[in-house]
């Protein structure tokens, strides 16, 4: 019985490893399938302004930066108009 707590815990390890071999091979499948699959087309556009909000620099065009006399004129128009 001195043989049998050893030889358990091998065929655990052995098993375990067996199985995170296959769902390592499962995972390489799946990743050249998203690798190879197109899901769209990525406008040049849209790529350049991802790239740019995580470089952090300024997203020239897309914004306007206002100045601080800007709000009340904008106010004033939108009440005029209404």
Do not use: E, W
Request: proline share 2%; with cysteine.
């Amino acid at each position: 019985m001195a043989l049998y707590a050893p030889v358990q815990v091998q065929a655990l390890l052995d098993a375990t490893k067996t199985l995170y071999g296959y769902v390592c091979i499962g995972g390489l499948f799946v990743l050249t399938y998203v690798l190879t699959h197109h899901f769209g087309r990525l406008d040049y556009r849209q790529m350049v302004s991802i790239s740019r909000a995580i470089a952090g620099s300024p997203l020239k065009g897309k914004f306007r930066r206002r100045k601080d006399g800007d709000d009340n004129n904008a106010l004033a128009a939108v009440a005029a108009a209404a």
